[in-house]
Nanobody
Framework: QVQLVESGGGLVQAGGSLRLSCTAS????????MGWFRQAPGKEREFVAA????????YYADSVKGRFSISRDNAKNTLYLQMNSLKPDDTAVYYC???????????????WGQGTQVTVSS
């Protein structure tokens, strides 16, 4: 089992920045690819970004490419999502997930956090 806890969400104005963190406990963090997903009210959960086990490869949704950056610190069992140039459309609950492959398909992720709310005001 892997337990994931997100933090760092909040209210920010459009154009601002936030950094989300996801702290893992349980099994060895570096054994897992990690991903960030988000879900806005009335919408399905969507892929945001993913990173490979040791961080050498990253992947992004087109909607966040160039604005968001995913990283990890395996020594600290922590995953990050740096979000810059935020837009009101980025408003959602953001979830981190641990799984087998760093891809956009949520079914490959076995463990999920509870989520952290990000609200971007216009």
């Amino acid at each position: 089992q892997v337990q994931l806890v997100e933090s760092g969400g909040g209210l920010v104005q459009a154009g601002g920045s936030l950094r989300l963190s996801c702290t893992a406990s349980g099994r060895t963090f570096s054994n897992y690819a990690m991903g960030w997903f988000r879900q806005a009210p009335g919408k399905e959960r969507e892929f945001v970004a993913a990173i490979s086990r040791i961080g050498e490869s990253t992947y992004y949704a087109d909607s966040v490419k160039g604005r968001f950056s995913i990283s990890r610190d395996n020594a600290k069992n922590t995953l990050y999502l740096q979000m810059n140039s935020l837009k009101p459309d980025d408003t959602a609950v953001y979830y981190c997930a641990a799984g087998r492959l760093p891809i956009s398909n949520p079914t490959v992720y076995d463990y999920w956090g509870q989520g952290t709310q990000v609200t971007v005001s216009s």
